[in-house]
């Protein structure tokens, strides 16, 4: 005998927002005064989480200041992957409960991917769901982290593995933070933009290609408009599918392989994105191999790849040392998220523009490592 039951139907269940509103500038200055002439008042509840390196520079310090005097709460984190713990999610939500704060207040993240990632996660637990916006100050951040309302922080042995769907209201873009940003850190976001154009955009790819000396010596024309390219591309596709059922999941190109680097040579022993680069290095190898590309097309990203010094080779120096390294990254992909059970999924591409997802096995992926 069947047993009884009912189903509830619900309309789909907000995320903070419905809308996010992505705005550029060309100045930090104006920026920040931006920033400021949206809030009117001078008691609104404001929470700015920002990083120790963070607030150090300048031009941040001076913004810094100026929301100290209007009042707002100032949370600053050890810098660094290391640090995007759920304890320190915790240290942004007692923060704001300490002070009272309502679920209309606001949640500033102003940092890069580990600062958005995690105050973007404190912001979707405060009571149910306060207001965010955020400033991103990385390459990576302005290209790809800060956009799509994926939120999170590392547990355990493994990267975000917890974390909500939670879009900002506001993302402020400026090129002009990444002046300060260290070239490790500047290449580590490059590779977000490399992925981006090969999934999206064939003009921002021959760019990259053509204009190789203005991309390296971070020519703020070609920022801004590779920023502003990059965060649209990303912002159609998360429109779409927010939640990454289905088209959001092409956003992942090079990452399986990537998170099984990072987890595999320690949190922060490898950038973000220069393990990305490394990880669409070998899709474009799987592709190949796979019969999906052409030697061309994997020779002309590998070229790229290379032209901005990324490491293509089957394993990465950082864990070349370590015994059993191709079987160890194997064991860190089958926890990524992307998987259904029992299957390592891949982002492949048969060209520019040109993307397919699969379930590859895991003969196929020991050829590329
Ligand atoms: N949510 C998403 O969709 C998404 C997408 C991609 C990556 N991510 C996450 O993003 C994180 C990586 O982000 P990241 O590369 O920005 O790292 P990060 O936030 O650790 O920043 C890198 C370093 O640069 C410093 N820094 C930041 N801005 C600076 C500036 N303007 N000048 C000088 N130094 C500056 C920081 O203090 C830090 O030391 C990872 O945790 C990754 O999981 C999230």
Redesign the pocket.
């Known amino acids: 005998m069947e047993n009884e039951s009912y189903t509830l139907n619900f309309k789909s269940v907000p995320h903070g927002t419905e809308t996010s509103k992505l705005i550029y500038f060309k100045k930090t200055k104006d920026l920040f005064e931006f920033f400021w002439s949206t809030f009117r008042r001078n008691y609104e509840e404001i929470i700015i989480v920002t990083?120790?390196?963070?607030a150090e520079?300048k031009n941040?310090k001076e913004f810094l200041e100026i929301s100290k005097e209007k009042h707002a709460e100032i949370v600053t984190i050890p810098?660094?992957?290391i640090n995007?713990t759920f304890d320190n999610v915790l240290v942004m939500l007692n923060r704001a409960l300490s002070k009272g704060f309502s679920r209309r207040c606001t949640f500033v993240a102003l940092?890069?991917?580990?600062?958005?990632?995690m105050c973007?996660l404190a912001s979707s637990l405060y009571k149910r769901g306060a207001q965010l916006q955020i400033i991103?100050?990385?390459?990576?951040?302005m290209s790809?982290?800060?956009?799509?309302?994926?939120?999170?922080c590392?547990y355990g042995a493994y990267?975000?593995m917890l974390g909500t769907f939670y879009p900002a209201n506001t993302i402020y873009f400026c090129p002009e933070?990444?002046?300060?940003?260290?070239k490790k850190?500047y290449y580590?976001?490059l590779a977000?933009v490399i992925k981006t154009a090969m999934l999206y955009d064939k003009d921002l790819f021959e760019l990259l290609k053509s204009d190789t000396r203005k991309v390296k010596d971070r020519d703020e024309v070609i920022l801004y408009d590779a920023i502003k390219k990059c965060s649209i591309a990303k912002s159609r596709i998360v429109e779409q599918d927010i939640t990454e059922k289905d088209i959001r999941r092409q956003?992942n190109l090079g990452h399986t392989f990537a998170h099984a680097l990072e987890s595999v040579a320690g949190f922060g022993v490898v950038?973000?994105?220069c393990a990305v680069a490394w990880g669409i290095g070998r899709a474009l190898e799987m592709s190949l191999n796979l019969g999906y590309c052409s030697k061309e097309y994997r020779d002309d990203v590998f070229e790229l790849l290379e032209l901005y010094g990324y490491c293509t080779k089957a394993i990465p120096d950082e864990i070349k040392n370590l015994e059993d390294a191709g079987a160890r990254l194997i064991e860190a992909m089958k926890q990524d998220k992307k998987n259904e059970p029992g299957k390592i999924c891949f982002i492949l591409q048969k060209g520019l523009e040109d993307t397919v997802i699969i379930n590859v096995d895991e003969k196929q992926i020991k050829k590329v490592l």
């Open positions: 990083d120790e390196k963070i520079l941040v810098t660094g992957e995007k940092g890069g991917g580990v600062i958005s990632d973007a991103p100050t990385t390459l990576l951040s790809d982290a800060a956009i799509g309302g994926k939120t999170g590392d990267k975000n933070f990444l002046d300060s940003l260290s850190e580590s976001g977000e956003l950038p973000h994105g």
